[in-house]
């Protein structure tokens, strides 16, 4: 599952970031969806963080960053909560997700 940033939405959508590069970015976040990370490009620990953070960026193009974490949460989605159903027993859903917090498109100005 992924989560993402008002910002990171309206960075996808805006129309004045050339087509390609916001295209090359969509790939990225689907390969981070996927599982699939490449250790040099889409796990680096982000500058001044811990390993413990799980905060990582993702290169997508020479100078675009996306910024990324690991993480756990429930899933409403994969929690089947039936009318009729006693909920005190009923076990919730914990995923693995992704949370995109900041596409950077000139890693230079990342800090």
Not at 56 to 83: C, V
Request: glycine share 6%.
């Amino acid at each position: 599952e992924v989560e993402a940033t008002l910002e990171v939405l309206r960075d996808l959508n805006n129309t004045r970031i050339p087509n390609w590069l916001r295209q090359k970015a969509m790939k990225k976040v689907l390969k981070l969806a996927s599982g699939v990370w490449d250790r040099d490009q889409d796990q680096k620990a982000v500058k001044g963080t811990s390993a413990e953070d799980n905060l990582y960026e993702a290169r997508f193009s020479q100078e675009g960053r996306i910024l990324w974490e690991r993480g756990i949460h429930f899933s409403n989605r994969l929690t089947n909560f039936d009318e009729g159903v006693d909920r005190e027993n009923t076990v919730g859903v914990y995923v693995e997700c992704i949370r995109l917090w900041k596409i950077v498109w000139d890693h230079e100005k990342l800090s």
